[in-house]
Protein backbone atom coordinates (compact mmCIF):
# COMPACT_ATOMS: atom_id res chain seq x y z
CA UNK A 1 0.00 0.00 0.00
CA UNK A 2 1.05 3.91 -0.65
CA UNK A 3 0.73 6.20 1.41
CA UNK A 4 2.95 8.66 0.08
CA UNK A 5 0.06 10.07 -1.76
CA UNK A 6 -2.00 11.17 1.63
CA UNK A 7 -2.09 15.09 2.31
CA UNK A 8 -1.23 16.27 5.71
CA UNK A 9 1.21 13.81 7.45
CA UNK A 10 -1.81 12.30 10.59
CA UNK A 11 -4.73 12.41 7.61
CA UNK A 12 -6.99 10.16 9.22
CA UNK A 13 -7.88 7.51 5.96
CA UNK A 14 -10.56 5.69 6.35
CA UNK A 15 -9.20 2.63 8.03
CA UNK A 16 -8.33 3.99 11.14
CA UNK A 17 -10.38 3.07 14.00
CA UNK A 18 -12.00 6.65 15.17
CA UNK A 19 -11.36 7.08 18.79
CA UNK A 20 -15.01 5.82 20.60
CA UNK A 21 -16.48 4.55 17.21
CA UNK A 22 -17.03 0.41 17.36
CA UNK A 23 -13.93 0.08 15.25
CA UNK A 24 -11.98 1.73 18.46
CA UNK A 25 -13.64 -0.60 21.34
CA UNK A 26 -12.99 -3.67 18.97
CA UNK A 27 -9.45 -3.03 18.49
CA UNK A 28 -9.36 -2.10 22.09
CA UNK A 29 -10.71 -5.46 23.16
CA UNK A 30 -9.12 -7.72 20.51
CA UNK A 31 -5.94 -9.66 20.87
CA UNK A 32 -3.83 -9.60 18.15
CA UNK A 33 -1.90 -12.30 18.91
CA UNK A 34 -5.28 -14.51 19.33
CA UNK A 35 -6.72 -13.03 16.18
CA UNK A 36 -3.40 -13.63 14.34
CA UNK A 37 -2.47 -16.83 15.94
CA UNK A 38 -5.99 -17.83 13.84
CA UNK A 39 -3.84 -17.74 10.81
CA UNK A 40 -0.28 -18.09 11.68
CA UNK A 41 1.46 -20.34 13.99
CA UNK A 42 2.67 -17.98 16.21
CA UNK A 43 6.41 -18.61 18.87
CA UNK A 44 6.89 -16.60 21.75
CA UNK A 45 9.93 -14.60 21.29
CA UNK A 46 11.03 -12.21 23.84
CA UNK A 47 8.80 -9.72 24.48
CA UNK A 48 7.37 -10.16 20.53
CA UNK A 49 5.30 -13.56 18.96
CA UNK A 50 6.99 -14.79 15.49
CA UNK A 51 5.91 -16.84 12.87
CA UNK A 52 6.54 -17.61 9.13
CA UNK A 53 4.45 -14.74 7.10
CA UNK A 54 1.59 -15.41 5.58
CA UNK A 55 2.09 -12.48 3.25
CA UNK A 56 5.28 -13.79 1.49
CA UNK A 57 6.92 -17.70 1.07
CA UNK A 58 9.25 -18.29 3.60
CA UNK A 59 11.53 -21.13 5.12
CA UNK A 60 12.23 -19.10 8.29
CA UNK A 61 10.31 -17.03 10.62
CA UNK A 62 10.56 -13.01 9.86
CA UNK A 63 6.56 -12.18 10.91
CA UNK A 64 6.54 -10.80 14.25
CA UNK A 65 3.75 -9.61 16.37
CA UNK A 66 4.10 -6.96 19.45
CA UNK A 67 1.71 -7.94 22.05
CA UNK A 68 1.82 -4.70 23.80
CA UNK A 69 1.70 -2.54 20.75
CA UNK A 70 -1.09 -4.66 19.16
CA UNK A 71 1.07 -4.42 15.93
CA UNK A 72 2.53 -6.88 13.41
CA UNK A 73 5.40 -6.47 10.86
CA UNK A 74 7.44 -8.69 8.43
CA UNK A 75 10.47 -8.13 8.43
CA UNK A 76 10.58 -9.65 5.09
CA UNK A 77 8.10 -8.18 2.75
CA UNK A 78 7.70 -5.34 4.89
CA UNK A 79 3.81 -5.58 5.16
CA UNK A 80 2.47 -4.55 8.79
CA UNK A 81 0.06 -2.70 10.49
CA UNK A 82 -2.98 -3.56 13.25
CA UNK A 83 -5.26 -6.29 14.03
CA UNK A 84 -7.65 -4.69 10.93
CA UNK A 85 -4.59 -4.03 8.38
CA UNK A 86 -3.74 -8.34 8.84
CA UNK A 87 -7.47 -9.08 8.56
CA UNK A 88 -8.03 -6.86 5.48
CA UNK A 89 -4.73 -8.14 3.86
CA UNK A 90 -5.58 -11.98 4.79
CA UNK A 91 -9.12 -12.15 4.15
CA UNK A 92 -9.35 -9.49 1.36
CA UNK A 93 -11.66 -7.73 2.10
CA UNK A 94 -12.39 -4.03 3.14
CA UNK A 95 -12.17 -2.29 6.78
CA UNK A 96 -15.80 -2.68 7.71
CA UNK A 97 -15.59 -5.99 6.73
CA UNK A 98 -12.34 -6.96 8.48
CA UNK A 99 -13.99 -5.34 12.05
CA UNK A 100 -16.78 -7.28 12.00
CA UNK A 101 -14.95 -10.09 11.15
CA UNK A 102 -12.28 -9.73 14.56
CA UNK A 103 -15.49 -8.14 16.26
CA UNK A 104 -16.76 -11.95 16.00
CA UNK A 105 -13.37 -13.73 16.67
CA UNK A 106 -13.46 -12.18 19.72
CA UNK A 107 -17.12 -12.32 20.50
CA UNK A 108 -17.93 -8.79 20.68
CA UNK A 109 -21.58 -8.07 19.54
CA UNK A 110 -21.51 -6.04 16.05
CA UNK A 111 -24.12 -3.57 16.06
CA UNK A 112 -26.49 -3.01 12.90
CA UNK A 113 -24.96 -0.49 10.88
CA UNK A 114 -27.38 2.03 10.42
CA UNK A 115 -25.81 3.37 6.72
CA UNK A 116 -26.16 0.24 4.88
CA UNK A 117 -27.31 0.76 1.67
CA UNK A 118 -30.84 -0.85 0.62
CA UNK A 119 -29.15 -3.25 -1.38
CA UNK A 120 -26.96 -4.54 1.19
CA UNK A 121 -29.44 -4.54 3.78
CA UNK A 122 -31.73 -6.63 1.42
CA UNK A 123 -28.91 -9.09 1.13
CA UNK A 124 -28.19 -9.70 5.05
CA UNK A 125 -31.76 -10.53 5.30
CA UNK A 126 -32.06 -12.61 2.60
CA UNK A 127 -28.87 -15.02 4.02
CA UNK A 128 -29.99 -14.96 8.18
CA UNK A 129 -33.70 -16.01 6.34
CA UNK A 130 -31.62 -18.54 4.36
CA UNK A 131 -29.55 -19.62 7.35
CA UNK A 132 -32.74 -19.99 9.39
CA UNK A 133 -34.39 -21.83 6.70
CA UNK A 134 -31.39 -24.77 6.70
CA UNK A 135 -31.87 -24.79 10.98
CA UNK A 136 -34.83 -25.71 10.78
CA UNK A 137 -34.91 -27.74 7.46
CA UNK A 138 -32.02 -29.69 10.11
CA UNK A 139 -34.53 -30.29 12.28
CA UNK A 140 -37.26 -31.38 10.02
CA UNK A 141 -34.79 -34.03 8.45
CA UNK A 142 -33.92 -35.14 11.92
CA UNK A 143 -37.40 -35.85 12.95
CA UNK A 144 -38.58 -37.58 9.30
CA UNK A 145 -35.71 -40.15 10.47
CA UNK A 146 -36.29 -40.60 13.71
CA UNK A 147 -40.36 -40.69 13.21
CA UNK A 148 -41.58 -42.24 10.37
CA UNK A 149 -42.04 -45.31 8.86
CA UNK A 150 -39.91 -44.44 5.89
CA UNK A 151 -37.22 -42.85 8.33
CA UNK A 152 -36.84 -46.46 9.50
CA UNK A 153 -36.07 -47.96 6.49
CA UNK A 154 -33.20 -45.34 6.13
CA UNK A 155 -32.09 -45.95 9.92
CA UNK A 156 -31.41 -49.61 8.98
CA UNK A 157 -29.35 -48.52 5.68
CA UNK A 158 -27.34 -46.41 8.15
CA UNK A 159 -27.01 -48.87 10.73
CA UNK A 160 -25.75 -50.98 8.09
CA UNK A 161 -22.69 -48.66 7.31
CA UNK A 162 -22.27 -48.85 11.16
CA UNK A 163 -23.82 -45.54 11.85
CA UNK A 164 -25.48 -46.25 15.33
CA UNK A 165 -28.00 -43.68 16.71
CA UNK A 166 -25.02 -41.97 18.84
CA UNK A 167 -22.99 -41.16 15.30
CA UNK A 168 -26.23 -39.87 13.82
CA UNK A 169 -27.27 -37.56 16.70
CA UNK A 170 -23.54 -36.50 16.78
CA UNK A 171 -23.18 -35.68 12.92
CA UNK A 172 -27.11 -34.47 12.54
CA UNK A 173 -27.78 -36.94 9.77
CA UNK A 174 -31.73 -36.84 8.92
CA UNK A 175 -33.63 -38.32 6.55
CA UNK A 176 -35.36 -36.52 3.15
CA UNK A 177 -38.79 -38.48 2.75
CA UNK A 178 -39.59 -39.14 -0.71
CA UNK A 179 -42.91 -37.20 -1.16
CA UNK A 180 -41.54 -34.70 -3.25
CA UNK A 181 -43.02 -31.91 -1.58
CA UNK A 182 -42.77 -32.41 2.11
CA UNK A 183 -40.40 -29.72 2.83
CA UNK A 184 -42.03 -27.66 1.04
CA UNK A 185 -45.62 -27.84 2.41
CA UNK A 186 -43.06 -27.28 5.71
CA UNK A 187 -42.25 -24.44 4.27
CA UNK A 188 -45.09 -22.74 3.14
CA UNK A 189 -46.26 -19.86 4.25
CA UNK A 190 -43.90 -18.94 5.81
CA UNK A 191 -41.35 -18.06 3.35
CA UNK A 192 -41.84 -16.44 -0.05
CA UNK A 193 -41.97 -18.47 -3.34
CA UNK A 194 -38.73 -16.56 -4.41
CA UNK A 195 -36.69 -17.25 -0.78
CA UNK A 196 -37.71 -21.29 -1.68
CA UNK A 197 -36.48 -20.94 -4.43
CA UNK A 198 -33.24 -19.30 -3.76
CA UNK A 199 -32.14 -21.63 -0.82
CA UNK A 200 -31.18 -24.76 -3.12
CA UNK A 201 -33.78 -27.33 -0.95
CA UNK A 202 -36.44 -26.17 -3.20
CA UNK A 203 -36.20 -26.92 -6.92
CA UNK A 204 -38.61 -25.59 -9.82
CA UNK A 205 -39.92 -27.54 -12.67
CA UNK A 206 -39.94 -26.66 -16.09
CA UNK A 207 -43.61 -25.12 -15.72
CA UNK A 208 -42.20 -22.88 -12.59
CA UNK A 209 -43.57 -25.22 -9.95
CA UNK A 210 -42.05 -25.68 -6.82
CA UNK A 211 -40.56 -29.08 -5.45
CA UNK A 212 -38.21 -30.76 -3.05
CA UNK A 213 -34.68 -30.94 -4.16
CA UNK A 214 -34.03 -33.52 -2.08
CA UNK A 215 -36.07 -36.94 -2.18
CA UNK A 216 -35.23 -40.45 -0.44
CA UNK A 217 -32.26 -39.33 1.22
CA UNK A 218 -30.46 -39.82 3.60
CA UNK A 219 -29.38 -35.97 4.69
CA UNK A 220 -26.04 -34.88 5.93
CA UNK A 221 -26.20 -31.13 7.10
CA UNK A 222 -22.75 -28.92 6.29
CA UNK A 223 -22.02 -26.42 8.22
CA UNK A 224 -19.43 -23.06 7.73
CA UNK A 225 -16.45 -22.92 9.98
CA UNK A 226 -18.50 -21.14 12.51
CA UNK A 227 -21.13 -24.14 12.76
CA UNK A 228 -23.95 -22.51 10.75
CA UNK A 229 -25.54 -24.61 8.72
CA UNK A 230 -25.01 -23.93 5.02
CA UNK A 231 -26.05 -27.10 3.31
CA UNK A 232 -27.42 -30.38 3.07
CA UNK A 233 -25.27 -33.49 1.12
CA UNK A 234 -27.53 -35.78 0.54
CA UNK A 235 -27.12 -39.83 -0.43
CA UNK A 236 -29.42 -41.48 -2.02
CA UNK A 237 -30.98 -44.49 -0.12
CA UNK A 238 -31.66 -46.67 -2.92
CA UNK A 239 -30.04 -47.13 -6.02
CA UNK A 240 -31.65 -43.80 -7.20
CA UNK A 241 -29.41 -41.42 -9.53
CA UNK A 242 -27.26 -39.55 -8.56
CA UNK A 243 -25.74 -41.64 -5.73
CA UNK A 244 -24.57 -38.15 -3.95
CA UNK A 245 -26.60 -34.84 -4.41
CA UNK A 246 -25.34 -31.96 -2.40
CA UNK A 247 -27.04 -28.10 -2.43
CA UNK A 248 -26.26 -25.76 -5.27
CA UNK A 249 -24.32 -22.76 -4.56
CA UNK A 250 -26.69 -20.19 -2.91
CA UNK A 251 -26.31 -16.70 -1.45
CA UNK A 252 -24.83 -18.75 1.77
CA UNK A 253 -23.38 -21.57 0.16
CA UNK A 254 -20.12 -21.64 -2.46
CA UNK A 255 -19.11 -25.78 -2.43
CA UNK A 256 -15.29 -24.27 -3.11
CA UNK A 257 -15.58 -22.46 0.40
CA UNK A 258 -16.54 -24.89 2.84
CA UNK A 259 -15.06 -27.81 3.95
CA UNK A 260 -17.16 -30.36 5.65
CA UNK A 261 -16.76 -30.97 9.40
CA UNK A 262 -14.30 -27.82 9.69
CA UNK A 263 -16.48 -26.17 12.56
CA UNK A 264 -15.64 -28.92 14.59
CA UNK A 265 -11.97 -30.07 13.22
CA UNK A 266 -10.38 -26.62 13.60
CA UNK A 267 -9.41 -26.75 17.64
CA UNK A 268 -7.91 -30.47 17.08
CA UNK A 269 -6.33 -29.05 13.75
CA UNK A 270 -4.83 -26.55 15.26
CA UNK A 271 -3.67 -28.58 18.45
CA UNK A 272 -2.41 -31.47 16.03
CA UNK A 273 -0.96 -29.22 13.74
CA UNK A 274 -2.02 -31.33 10.88
CA UNK A 275 -5.15 -32.48 9.04
CA UNK A 276 -6.17 -35.42 7.11
CA UNK A 277 -7.97 -34.62 4.22
CA UNK A 278 -10.82 -37.47 2.89
CA UNK A 279 -13.36 -37.35 0.12
CA UNK A 280 -16.69 -37.63 1.23
CA UNK A 281 -18.73 -36.98 4.22
CA UNK A 282 -19.02 -40.76 5.20
CA UNK A 283 -14.88 -40.65 5.51
CA UNK A 284 -15.15 -37.81 7.62
CA UNK A 285 -17.32 -38.76 9.87
CA UNK A 286 -15.42 -42.61 9.90
CA UNK A 287 -12.25 -40.71 10.88
CA UNK A 288 -13.87 -38.40 13.23
CA UNK A 289 -15.97 -41.39 15.14
CA UNK A 290 -12.37 -43.91 14.89
CA UNK A 291 -11.09 -40.75 17.77
CA UNK A 292 -9.48 -38.65 15.13
CA UNK A 293 -10.70 -35.21 15.18
CA UNK A 294 -8.79 -33.12 12.94
CA UNK A 295 -10.27 -34.46 9.74
CA UNK A 296 -11.94 -32.53 6.81
CA UNK A 297 -13.76 -33.34 3.90
CA UNK A 298 -13.46 -31.45 0.52
CA UNK A 299 -17.17 -32.99 -0.32
CA UNK A 300 -16.21 -34.10 -3.44
CA UNK A 301 -13.10 -35.02 -5.43
CA UNK A 302 -11.66 -31.14 -6.43
CA UNK A 303 -9.89 -29.30 -3.74
CA UNK A 304 -10.47 -25.41 -4.41
CA UNK A 305 -7.96 -22.75 -3.96
CA UNK A 306 -10.07 -21.39 -1.26
CA UNK A 307 -10.58 -24.42 0.46
CA UNK A 308 -6.97 -24.48 0.84
CA UNK A 309 -6.65 -21.04 2.26
CA UNK A 310 -9.06 -22.07 4.62
CA UNK A 311 -7.15 -24.95 5.68
CA UNK A 312 -3.66 -23.04 5.70
CA UNK A 313 -4.93 -20.51 8.71
CA UNK A 314 -5.28 -23.72 11.28
CA UNK A 315 -2.06 -25.75 9.44
CA UNK A 316 0.10 -25.95 6.96
CA UNK A 317 0.81 -30.06 7.29
CA UNK A 318 -1.93 -32.01 5.62
CA UNK A 319 -2.08 -36.23 4.73
CA UNK A 320 -4.35 -36.98 2.07
CA UNK A 321 -6.45 -39.21 2.13
CA UNK A 322 -8.85 -39.88 -1.07
CA UNK A 323 -9.81 -42.75 -2.79
CA UNK A 324 -8.02 -45.51 -4.31
CA UNK A 325 -10.01 -45.27 -7.80
CA UNK A 326 -8.92 -43.80 -10.59
CA UNK A 327 -10.48 -40.25 -9.38
CA UNK A 328 -8.91 -40.66 -6.40
CA UNK A 329 -5.77 -40.78 -8.01
CA UNK A 330 -6.21 -37.87 -10.12
CA UNK A 331 -7.89 -35.91 -7.38
CA UNK A 332 -4.93 -36.80 -4.46
CA UNK A 333 -1.79 -35.63 -7.55
CA UNK A 334 -4.09 -32.30 -8.01
CA UNK A 335 -4.71 -31.39 -4.77
CA UNK A 336 -0.87 -32.42 -4.02
CA UNK A 337 0.16 -29.50 -6.44
CA UNK A 338 -2.33 -27.10 -5.05
CA UNK A 339 -1.11 -27.69 -1.29
CA UNK A 340 2.58 -27.40 -2.50
CA UNK A 341 1.85 -24.19 -3.95
CA UNK A 342 0.62 -23.09 -0.98
CA UNK A 343 3.60 -23.69 0.89
CA UNK A 344 1.67 -27.24 2.67
CA UNK A 345 3.98 -30.27 3.83
CA UNK A 346 2.10 -33.14 2.19
CA UNK A 347 1.95 -36.62 2.82
CA UNK A 348 0.01 -39.05 1.23
CA UNK A 349 -2.24 -42.03 2.95
CA UNK A 350 -3.14 -45.04 0.14
CA UNK A 351 -4.94 -47.54 1.72
CA UNK A 352 -4.02 -51.50 1.15
CA UNK A 353 -7.04 -53.54 -0.78
CA UNK A 354 -9.40 -55.08 1.51
CA UNK A 355 -8.89 -58.71 -0.32
CA UNK A 356 -10.48 -57.32 -3.96
CA UNK A 357 -11.79 -53.81 -2.54
CA UNK A 358 -10.65 -51.01 -2.65
CA UNK A 359 -10.52 -49.75 0.71
CA UNK A 360 -11.43 -45.52 1.35
CA UNK A 361 -11.38 -45.02 4.69
CA UNK A 362 -14.79 -45.47 5.65
CA UNK A 363 -14.58 -49.20 4.60
CA UNK A 364 -11.00 -49.46 6.05
CA UNK A 365 -11.82 -48.25 9.82
CA UNK A 366 -15.26 -50.70 9.47
CA UNK A 367 -13.16 -53.66 8.38
CA UNK A 368 -9.76 -53.29 9.82
CA UNK A 369 -10.37 -50.85 13.03
CA UNK A 370 -9.64 -47.70 14.25
CA UNK A 371 -6.28 -48.90 15.54
CA UNK A 372 -4.56 -50.24 12.04
CA UNK A 373 -6.47 -46.98 10.16
CA UNK A 374 -4.07 -44.85 12.91
CA UNK A 375 -1.18 -47.04 12.54
CA UNK A 376 -1.56 -46.74 8.49
CA UNK A 377 -1.91 -42.98 8.89
CA UNK A 378 1.42 -42.47 11.14
CA UNK A 379 3.41 -44.60 8.18
CA UNK A 380 1.84 -42.86 5.08
CA UNK A 381 4.72 -41.75 2.99
CA UNK A 382 5.77 -38.15 2.15
CA UNK A 383 3.98 -37.31 -1.03
CA UNK A 384 7.30 -37.48 -2.70
CA UNK A 385 7.22 -41.65 -2.16
CA UNK A 386 3.88 -41.91 -3.17
CA UNK A 387 4.67 -39.98 -6.37
CA UNK A 388 7.21 -41.78 -7.58
CA UNK A 389 5.49 -44.99 -6.81
CA UNK A 390 2.77 -43.69 -9.33
CA UNK A 391 5.54 -43.57 -11.77
CA UNK A 392 6.95 -47.05 -11.21
CA UNK A 393 3.47 -48.40 -12.36
CA UNK A 394 4.30 -46.64 -15.56
CA UNK A 395 6.22 -49.15 -18.32
CA UNK A 396 9.68 -47.81 -17.55
CA UNK A 397 11.25 -50.65 -19.99
CA UNK A 398 11.87 -48.37 -22.84
CA UNK A 399 13.62 -44.88 -22.55
CA UNK A 400 10.39 -43.24 -23.80
CA UNK A 401 8.16 -44.82 -21.00
CA UNK A 402 11.04 -43.67 -18.63
CA UNK A 403 10.46 -40.17 -20.29
CA UNK A 404 6.94 -40.32 -19.92
CA UNK A 405 7.59 -40.91 -16.11
CA UNK A 406 9.76 -38.35 -15.50
CA UNK A 407 7.70 -35.85 -16.99
CA UNK A 408 4.44 -36.85 -14.82
CA UNK A 409 6.72 -36.17 -11.89
CA UNK A 410 8.97 -32.95 -13.33
CA UNK A 411 5.68 -30.47 -12.52
CA UNK A 412 5.99 -31.53 -8.98
CA UNK A 413 9.66 -30.83 -8.50
CA UNK A 414 9.30 -27.71 -10.22
CA UNK A 415 6.89 -26.59 -7.18
CA UNK A 416 9.44 -27.54 -4.57
CA UNK A 417 11.10 -23.74 -3.31
CA UNK A 418 13.78 -25.57 -1.54
CA UNK A 419 17.37 -26.08 -3.82
CA UNK A 420 18.09 -29.14 -0.93
CA UNK A 421 15.22 -30.62 -1.46
CA UNK A 422 14.73 -30.46 -4.92
CA UNK A 423 18.51 -32.32 -5.18
CA UNK A 424 17.26 -35.25 -2.58
CA UNK A 425 14.34 -35.48 -4.93
CA UNK A 426 16.59 -35.77 -7.99
CA UNK A 427 18.68 -38.96 -6.51
CA UNK A 428 15.64 -40.64 -5.56
CA UNK A 429 14.12 -40.04 -8.97
CA UNK A 430 17.09 -41.53 -10.90
CA UNK A 431 17.73 -44.65 -8.15
CA UNK A 432 13.68 -45.64 -8.69
CA UNK A 433 12.99 -45.14 -12.26
CA UNK A 434 16.81 -45.90 -13.11
CA UNK A 435 17.06 -43.05 -15.11
CA UNK A 436 20.44 -41.21 -15.99
CA UNK A 437 21.12 -38.64 -12.84
CA UNK A 438 22.80 -35.92 -14.83
CA UNK A 439 20.15 -35.94 -17.39
CA UNK A 440 17.38 -35.84 -15.01
CA UNK A 441 19.28 -33.03 -12.72
CA UNK A 442 19.43 -31.26 -16.03
CA UNK A 443 15.78 -31.44 -16.72
CA UNK A 444 14.96 -30.91 -13.44
CA UNK A 445 17.27 -27.28 -13.16
CA UNK A 446 15.31 -26.26 -16.01
CA UNK A 447 12.34 -26.92 -14.72
CA UNK A 448 13.24 -25.29 -11.42
CA UNK A 449 14.10 -22.26 -13.36
CA UNK A 450 10.76 -21.91 -14.70
CA UNK A 451 9.23 -22.11 -11.04
CA UNK A 452 6.97 -18.84 -10.42
CA UNK A 453 9.88 -16.98 -8.29
CA UNK A 454 9.40 -16.04 -4.31
CA UNK A 455 8.46 -12.52 -3.69
CA UNK A 456 11.88 -10.79 -2.69
CA UNK A 457 12.40 -7.71 -0.68
CA UNK A 458 12.16 -4.50 -3.23
CA UNK A 459 15.25 -3.25 -2.50
CA UNK A 460 14.17 0.34 -3.46
CA UNK A 461 12.40 0.06 0.24
CA UNK A 462 15.23 -0.90 2.28
CA UNK A 463 17.27 2.00 2.67
CA UNK A 464 20.05 2.89 5.11
CA UNK A 465 18.69 1.79 8.87
CA UNK A 466 18.22 4.26 11.55
CA UNK A 467 21.22 5.92 13.86
CA UNK A 468 20.86 4.32 17.50
CA UNK A 469 20.00 7.57 18.79
CA UNK A 470 17.11 8.42 16.47
CA UNK A 471 15.77 4.80 16.89
CA UNK A 472 15.95 5.61 20.76
CA UNK A 473 13.88 8.87 20.47
CA UNK A 474 11.55 7.70 18.17
CA UNK A 475 10.81 4.85 21.00
CA UNK A 476 10.73 7.55 23.56
CA UNK A 477 8.40 9.51 21.57
CA UNK A 478 5.96 6.59 21.11
CA UNK A 479 6.34 5.06 24.86
CA UNK A 480 7.18 7.64 26.95
CA UNK A 481 3.43 8.78 28.31
CA UNK A 482 5.10 10.61 31.25
CA UNK A 483 7.43 13.47 28.74
CA UNK A 484 6.22 12.63 25.17
CA UNK A 485 4.53 15.92 25.12
CA UNK A 486 7.94 17.57 26.77
CA UNK A 487 10.17 15.81 23.75
CA UNK A 488 8.05 16.56 21.14
CA UNK A 489 8.27 20.73 21.92
CA UNK A 490 12.06 20.18 22.13
CA UNK A 491 12.35 18.42 18.82
CA UNK A 492 9.88 20.69 17.59
CA UNK A 493 11.35 23.99 18.20
CA UNK A 494 15.14 23.21 17.89
CA UNK A 495 13.80 21.56 14.60
CA UNK A 496 17.00 19.12 15.41
CA UNK A 497 14.96 16.20 13.24
CA UNK A 498 15.02 18.22 10.05
CA UNK A 499 17.34 16.78 7.28
CA UNK A 500 17.33 13.17 9.05
CA UNK A 501 17.17 9.77 7.36
CA UNK A 502 14.11 9.67 9.66
CA UNK A 503 12.59 13.16 9.11
CA UNK A 504 9.60 11.85 8.09
CA UNK A 505 8.98 9.20 11.28
CA UNK A 506 10.01 12.43 13.94
CA UNK A 507 7.76 14.62 11.74
CA UNK A 508 4.64 12.52 12.43
CA UNK A 509 5.54 11.87 15.95
CA UNK A 510 6.37 15.31 16.64
CA UNK A 511 2.94 16.21 15.76
CA UNK A 512 1.17 13.50 17.44
CA UNK A 513 3.03 14.12 20.67
CA UNK A 514 1.98 17.78 20.89
CA UNK A 515 -1.76 17.36 20.37
CA UNK A 516 -0.91 15.47 24.02
CA UNK A 517 -3.62 12.31 23.46
CA UNK A 518 -2.56 8.50 23.77
CA UNK A 519 -0.25 7.69 20.28
CA UNK A 520 -1.34 5.02 18.16
CA UNK A 521 1.51 3.44 16.57
CA UNK A 522 -0.38 1.81 13.80
CA UNK A 523 -2.19 5.10 13.12
CA UNK A 524 1.70 7.19 12.63
CA UNK A 525 2.49 4.15 10.56
CA UNK A 526 -0.49 4.49 8.16
CA UNK A 527 0.46 8.06 7.80
CA UNK A 528 4.27 7.61 6.81
CA UNK A 529 5.33 6.89 3.10
CA UNK A 530 6.14 2.77 2.94
CA UNK A 531 9.89 3.05 3.09
CA UNK A 532 9.63 5.18 6.56
CA UNK A 533 6.43 3.25 7.98
CA UNK A 534 9.07 -0.35 7.36
CA UNK A 535 11.79 1.37 9.54
CA UNK A 536 9.19 2.74 12.29
CA UNK A 537 7.89 -0.67 12.91
CA UNK A 538 11.44 -2.18 12.78
CA UNK A 539 12.47 0.38 15.68
CA UNK A 540 9.27 -0.62 17.58
CA UNK A 541 10.23 -4.55 17.06
CA UNK A 542 13.33 -4.12 18.66
CA UNK A 543 13.97 -4.98 21.79
CA UNK A 544 14.82 -1.88 24.03
CA UNK A 545 14.87 -0.59 27.81
CA UNK A 546 12.66 1.88 29.25
CA UNK A 547 13.46 5.68 28.53
CA UNK A 548 14.57 8.35 30.84
CA UNK A 549 13.94 12.26 30.60
CA UNK A 550 17.56 12.08 31.20
CA UNK A 551 18.53 9.61 28.27
CA UNK A 552 16.11 11.83 26.46
CA UNK A 553 18.08 14.88 27.11
CA UNK A 554 21.05 13.60 25.95
CA UNK A 555 20.02 12.39 22.92
CA UNK A 556 18.87 15.55 21.96
CA UNK A 557 21.96 17.03 22.76
CA UNK A 558 23.77 14.52 20.90
CA UNK A 559 21.57 15.38 17.83
CA UNK A 560 22.37 19.17 18.53
CA UNK A 561 26.11 17.97 18.40
CA UNK A 562 25.71 16.01 15.16
CA UNK A 563 23.28 19.28 13.61
CA UNK A 564 26.58 21.23 14.40
CA UNK A 565 28.79 18.89 12.88
CA UNK A 566 26.60 19.13 9.66
CA UNK A 567 26.44 22.19 9.30
CA UNK A 568 30.33 22.85 10.14
CA UNK A 569 30.94 20.59 7.15
CA UNK A 570 28.48 22.04 4.73
CA UNK A 571 29.99 25.63 5.70
CA UNK A 572 33.30 24.28 5.46
CA UNK A 573 32.47 22.69 1.20
CA UNK A 574 30.88 26.29 0.82
CA UNK A 575 34.26 28.23 2.03
CA UNK A 576 36.34 25.52 0.13
CA UNK A 577 34.35 26.51 -3.45
CA UNK A 578 35.85 30.25 -3.04
CA UNK A 579 32.78 32.66 -2.96
CA UNK A 580 32.96 36.28 -3.70
CA UNK A 581 33.78 38.57 -0.67
CA UNK A 582 30.27 39.50 0.96
CA UNK A 583 29.09 35.47 0.77
CA UNK A 584 32.72 34.42 2.07
CA UNK A 585 32.65 36.77 4.89
CA UNK A 586 29.15 35.64 6.11
CA UNK A 587 30.41 32.19 5.83
CA UNK A 588 33.30 32.52 7.72
CA UNK A 589 31.26 34.25 10.41
CA UNK A 590 29.06 31.29 10.45
CA UNK A 591 32.03 29.18 11.11
CA UNK A 592 32.79 31.11 13.71
CA UNK A 593 29.33 30.86 15.49
CA UNK A 594 29.10 27.36 14.86
CA UNK A 595 32.45 26.29 16.28
CA UNK A 596 31.82 28.55 19.55
CA UNK A 597 28.25 26.57 19.77
CA UNK A 598 30.49 22.82 19.31
CA UNK A 599 32.75 23.97 21.94
CA UNK A 600 29.66 25.38 23.98
CA UNK A 601 28.35 21.49 23.91
ZN1 LIG B 1 6.25 -11.14 4.77
Known sequence: ??????????????????????????????????????????????????GLCPFHGEKTPSFAVHPVKQIFHCFGCGKGGDVFTFVMEMEKCPFPEAVRVVAEKCGIAVPTPKERTPE???????????????????????????MTAEGRAARAYLEDRGLDAEAIARFGIGYAPAGGDVLLRFFKGKYAEKLLGESGLISRDQSGRLFDRFRRRITFPIANESGKIVAFGCRALGDDQPKYLNSPETPI?????????????????????????????????????????????????????????LLGRFTKRVIVNYDPDAAGQAATERSISLLLENDFEVKVLALPAIGDQKADPDLYIREKGAEAYIKALRESPPYV??????????DLTSGEGKLRAVNFLLPYVQKIPNRILRSEWATRISQQLRVDEPVLRAALTKAAAERRSEVKTRPELVGKPAKPIERRLI???????????ELAKRLQESALYHGLETEKIFGALVVAGLSGQALQATEIGASLPERERRMFFEILFEEAHEGTWEEAESCLEALREKQVERELAQVQREIESNPTGEAMRGLLARKQELLKKRAAG
Open 1 to 50: MDFRESGSRLSRTPKMAEAGSFADRVKQQADIVRVIGEYVRLKKSGQNFT
Open 120 to 146: ERKENQQRAALIEMHREAQSFFVKQLE
Open 253 to 309: YSKSNVLYHMDRAKEGIRRSDFAILVEGYMDAIAVARAGISNVVASCGTSLAEPQIK
Open 385 to 394: DYLIGRARQM
Open 475 to 485: RMLVEAEGFRQ
